[in-house]
């Protein structure tokens, strides 16, 4: 297993749980925030989608935080899902969906621009990017 620096696994915990209080959120408080963000495409119900992801979001952020042992996978998996829904993002700019107090056009293309960033945040943090920006999985290099 590949070494982390300090600064990776403090990454890694600080996303994982971020990713539970997210997760939990789905499941309470900012559950019809959420649904606003889900497409009108997704063939599921909203509030199911939600709980869903809510779920999943949890499960990740748990297993970022306590499954170092398989910290690569659960990184590029997070980033899977990060990437998963960005869709939902690109639906409340375009369809102008209030929610999280994305209350404006220039509030929530903004907000576009933070997945890249998460996503970016998985990798690094679960050591799938090393810090020559190479993408490695296993024995498969990018």
Same mark, same amino acid.
């Given at each position: 297993m590949k070494k982390t620096i300090k600064y990776q696994d403090l990454a890694r915990i600080l996303l994982g749980a #971020?990713?539970? #209080?997210? =997760?939990? /959120?789905?499941?309470t408080f900012g559950r019809k925030d959420f649904q606003a963000q @889900?497409?009108?495409?997704?063939?599921?119900d909203?509030?199911?989608? @939600?709980?869903?992801? =809510? =779920?999943?979001?949890? /499960?990740?952020?748990?297993?970022?935080?306590?499954?170092? &042992?398989q910290r690569k996978l659960t990184g590029v998996v997070a980033s899977m899902f990060f990437t998963a829904v960005f869709p939902g993002n690109i639906s409340?700019?375009?369809k102008r969906r209030?929610? #999280?107090g994305l209350d404006t056009d220039t509030k929530r293309f903004v907000r *576009?621009?933070?997945?890249? @960033?998460?996503? =970016?945040? $998985?990798?690094? $943090?679960?050591?799938a990017v090393?810090?020559?920006? &190479? #993408?490695?999985?296993? &024995? *498969?290099r990018f």
């Open positions: #971020f990713m539970v #209080f997210a =997760g939990t /959120s789905h499941l @889900v497409p009108d495409w997704v063939p599921l909203k509030d199911l989608t @939600v709980i869903l992801s =809510g =779920g999943a979001e949890i /499960s990740l952020g748990l297993a970022l935080m306590l499954w170092a &042992k409340q700019y375009t209030k929610a #999280f *576009l621009f933070f997945q890249p @960033v998460l996503i =970016g945040w $998985a990798l690094y $943090a679960s050591t090393n810090r020559k920006s &190479k #993408f490695r999985l296993g &024995k *498969l």
